[in-house]
């Protein structure tokens, strides 16, 4: 049910409806009309009647085949003899045995709750297309559900009319559905398999089969088990194959000539080269592309240009043809490519494919290296790679195709096949000019696998070469080089020093483009500093207009991703504006790590800003699903999860933390260091959170010696830190001492003071403490979230000083700022308003009810009113029947509810005000 949560959810809701309900389920063979129904079936109250009734090839010419199949799968004697010989005798009118069939159908399901179906409406005769329209008049608990493949309609079948008087007469509920993503396609292979998938075996497989997963499943099928690469080159299940077959096993030899041609001559294959190559007149070719497209055989994809619907359609019809008749084939198609007169402007890949099959491999590694180039510049990274990757199938130690292949694998986010290609390409650079672009390339690859011994190396070897290069962009570039790996080794000056030898060797020879990739470098570091964060985010700010108009998408990008990931104050709508460009831009770049997994973070850090945590959790999330369905390593094996702890640990869900905390140990394991370092943190506050004292005491050790590793500081940590062993209660010295391990001299100053503030209120220094709380309540550094905290703080003060008349304006200033929060903090707030016997007033209303209900408890609540047990929970979530139970307990106390028998009545009900 991969991609199909939300159509299943609408099913589930309209079959709990009081009122009589229809929908028409749209899609192509294969797409999950049936197992979408199948789900929903599975998930119905027990007392619910289903009838599920198919129409087959042909049934056409059989009355009622719909009915008389739901009558055949029913419990046998429900439905009298005399009434099934009514419905076909031929001697009665029409009325009279639609009359019958209503009545067949009356006695089948009574005055329960039903869901009756008809399955492949495209193919049923007017008698059972009748009766689904009677059906939608009845009233009663019931969902009618039918479904068709909208291709296979034609204006001679019952159900083009039933469709347009069912739209004209009732309200009915269209769902139409789609292919599958190549992220969606991910998460299937993931789920199939059991294991995350290559992003280059996930792309190949996904244009392969279109999305569909049917065929996707069938091409896994008895192999998920083996290297899934294996499943890019395997033949078709031969049931497969005759199935697709057949969609064209009737056409007439003229037919057949032009769709076999275009099989061979690729996926997308241009009018006037079909033309070419099958000798076919424009007028006659139009009309057989104009059959073959009302077959839903092709699809028109642009202009003169013609696709299949699928690729394994492609596939089937090409497996059983000759190798001479394919090649010959070829040899036209790059024969009439070559000559044309744009033979320069031709699609590189398509010649490309053709030199290749033809066996003519001067004009395929002419075209790849063309073409690699081509693409990288229009930010299509994976093509690049495939191209790149062709013409190093023949010349294997060509610098300029090892160049592409490793720039644009690194792009995609294949960052094992990058470092493969980026040291052979260093190997083989023939000049200082191009090992000094390898090693640019290396340097960055090496953070990104967290092979730091080798960033090291590698930046060593830059800074030996700078010197032999020429004065000009090589040089300077090489310097940003070394400037970029010292930033991202937490090495400010020396990035400084280096950014700035470039930026004076560009400015004096003229080079903008040089120039702005050593200011992107300058402005990175700046803005990480609180002292110098404005002057920083200046910069970066007005470098991105100036990289846009050189076209340096990916420099945009970078500087937009850096201006995001700071703390200066930012106007929301700002930030909002900066995240969407660096999405665009990294899109144009090819960048798949900024144009998603650093654009779904960035909008959880708005969302956190804004004091939004379920929504800035659903963001980690939909990034987190993203990146455990393919398999990474490095710094983006997992990006998401160090930042989702941390918001899972203000939730209070302790149970994912636990969760996660195996994830990242697991990565640990397997040699990715990087997580290491996160999670001493982590283990202390989810102890601290747990009551858990000794570990929590234990665990401040762990993390203190990790700390004097560990060059930079983190505000945010500071105070989530501090926060949680205030909240299990270590020695107040102990917690001090913590306290200057994490406040480096680079924190924000509003960190700083609220931290300091807590520490104040723990001695009991109220003055001090409220003064300091005061100070950063207003804060335009600080997410909501925070602010409300040292509202509270504010406002604990004021109490332990006797001074009650402020108290009230903090509390609802803090029930504001966390109103759309919940965990510890909220806690805070309900603890302080029992203290003061406060009663919610309007504007200062806690959220309760289905409002108060995260996505994911939303989710969970539907299933429980569904009747799922916790343990039909786990399977169906893919959680722990622990997490299972929690849901359920947080549901039931938002909802006011003792019982999960009442969460029904609960979740359909409106949320009184």
């Not at 299937?188 to 280059?200: D, E, H, M, N, W």
């Not at 090496?446 to 040089?475: A, H, I, K, N, Y």
């Not at 402005?523 to 404005?534: H, K, M, N, R």
């Amino acid at each position: 049910m991969i991609g199909r949560d939300h159509e299943l959810r609408q099913l589930t809701r309209l079959a709990a409806s009081p009122r009589p309900q229809v929908v028409i389920v749209a899609g192509e063979p294969g797409i999950g009309k049936t197992r979408l129904i199948q789900e929903l079936l599975a998930a119905l109250p027990p007392r619910t009647v289903t009838l599920v009734g198919h129409a087959e090839p042909g049934s056409l010419a059989r009355p009622y085949e719909v009915l008389l199949d739901a009558v055949d799968a029913a419990e046998p004697g429900r439905v009298e003899e005399a009434a099934l010989r009514e419905l076909a005798d031929p001697t009665r009118s029409p009325v009279e045995r639609l009359h019958t069939g209503l009545s067949i159908l009356a006695a089948l399901v009574g005055e329960a709750p039903s869901v009756i179906v008809f399955e492949d409406l495209h193919w049923a005769d007017s008698e059972s297309a009748a009766l689904f329209e009677r059906l939608a008049d009845q009233p009663g608990r019931r969902l009618l559900i039918g479904t068709y493949r909208p291709d296979e309609v034609t204006n001679r079948q019952p159900i083009a009319a039933l469709l347009g008087r069912l739209e004209r007469r009732h309200p009915v509920t269209n769902v139409r559905l789609g292919r599958l993503s190549e992220a969606q396609t991910a998460a299937l292979l993931a789920a199939a398999t059991g294991r995350p998938a290559p992003f280059r075996v996930v792309a190949a497989l996904h244009q392969r089969t279109g999305g569909n997963p049917f065929f996707l499943e069938e091409l896994v099928r008895g192999h998920a088990d083996e290297d899934l690469d294996t499943l890019c080159e395997r033949p078709l299940p031969w049931s497969l194959a005759e199935v697709l077959r057949g969609q064209v096993e009737d056409l007439d030899p003229r037919c057949r000539r032009v769709v076999e041609a275009a099989a061979i001559l690729g996926y997308r294959v241009p009018f006037d080269l079909l033309a070419g190559v099958t000798g076919t007149g424009e007028e006659e070719l139009i009309g057989v592309l104009r059959e073959l497209v009302a077959r839903g055989v092709l699809t028109e994809s642009g202009e003169d240009e013609f696709s299949f619907r699928h690729a394994l359609v492609r596939e089937a019809l090409a497996e059983p043809m000759l190798g001479r008749q394919r090649r010959r084939l070829h040899e036209a198609a790059l024969d009439a490519l070559l000559a044309a007169p744009d033979a320069v402007r031709a699609d590189p890949a398509m010649v490309a494919y053709h030199a290749h099959r033809a066996g003519r491999y001067d004009d395929l590694v002419a075209a790849a290296r063309r073409g690699a180039a081509l693409y990288l510049s229009i930010g299509s990274a994976y093509q690049a790679l495939q191209l790149a990757e062709l013409g190093l199938e023949e010349v294997g130690d060509d610098a300029e195709l090892l160049g592409a292949a490793a720039r644009a694998a690194w792009l995609a986010g294949l960052t094992d096949d990058a470092l493969g290609y980026a040291r052979r390409w260093r190997d083989r650079a023939p000049t200082p000019a191009e090992r000094a672009d390898a090693l640019y390339l290396l340097i960055r690859l090496g953070w990104e696998t967290d092979e730091l011994d080798e960033m090291r190396s590698r930046t060593d070897e830059m800074r030996r070469l700078v010197d032999e290069l020429p004065l000009g962009p090589e040089r300077a570039l090489a310097m940003t080089a070394v400037a970029q790996s010292a930033m991202l080794r937490d090495e400010p000056e020396e990035s400084l020093a280096w950014s700035q030898r470039a930026l004076e060797l560009a400015e004096r020879l003229d080079l903008p483009h040089a120039r702005v990739a050593a200011q992107v470098e300058r402005g990175s570091v700046l803005v990480d500093w609180p002292s110098t964060a404005e002057q920083g985010r200046q910069l970066l700010v007005g470098l991105v207009d100036e990289a846009e108009k050189l076209g340096e998408w990916m420099l945009a990008a970078r500087a937009l991703n850096n201006l995001v990931q700071g703390v200066p104050p930012v106007e929301p709508a700002e930030y909002s504006d900066q995240l969407e460009r660096m999405r665009v831009d990294a899109e144009r770049a090819g960048s798949e790590s900024l144009a998603v997994a650093a654009y779904l973070q960035g909008r959880a850090r708005l969302e956190v800003r804004d004091g939004r945590l379920d929504e800035a959790i659903a963001a980690l999330d939909e990034g987190r699903a993203r990146d455990r369905a393919y398999q990474r390593r490095g710094q983006r094996s997992d990006f998401h999860a160090v930042f989702l702890a941390g918001l899972c640990l203000e939730a209070g869900d302790l149970d994912r933390v636990d969760e996660i905390v195996a994830d990242l140990r697991a990565a640990v394991a397997h040699g990715e260091r990087a997580f290491a370092r996160a999670l001493p943190g982590i283990l202390l506050h989810l102890a601290a959170r747990r009551g858990d004292a000794a570990a929590a005491e234990r665990l401040v050790g762990e993390l203190r010696a990790a700390l004097a590793e560990q060059p930079w500081r983190s505000g945010s940590q500071a105070h989530d830190l501090i926060s949680a062993v205030l909240h299990v209660g270590l020695p107040l010295p102990d917690i001090e001492r913590l306290a200057e391990d994490l406040l480096g001299p680079d924190i924000w100053d509003d960190y700083r003071a609220i931290v300091d503030a807590q520490l104040a209120e723990a001695r009991a220094e109220h003055g001090p403490a409220l003064d300091g709380y005061r100070r950063v309540a207003g804060s335009t550094v600080l997410p909501a979230s925070v602010r409300g905290t040292a509202e509270l703080g504010a406002a604990r003060c004021l109490l332990a000083l006797r001074r009650t008349a402020p108290v009230e304006g903090h509390v609802a200033a803090a029930a504001t700022l966390l109103a759309h929060w919940r965990g510890w903090r909220t806690d805070q707030l309900d603890a302080l308003r029992d203290r003061l016997g406060l009663e919610p007033e309007d504007g200062r209303r806690a959220v309760t009810g289905t409002a108060a209900l995260t996505p994911r408890e939303r989710e969970v609540a539907l299933l429980i009113a569904d009747g799922l047990t916790n343990a039909e929970l786990a399977r169906r979530l893919y959680i722990s029947p622990k997490t299972a139970a929690v849901h359920v307990s947080n549901i039931l106390r938002k909802l006011g509810v003792s019982s999960r028998t009442e969460v029904p009545d609960a979740v359909r009900r409106p949320d009184r005000p």
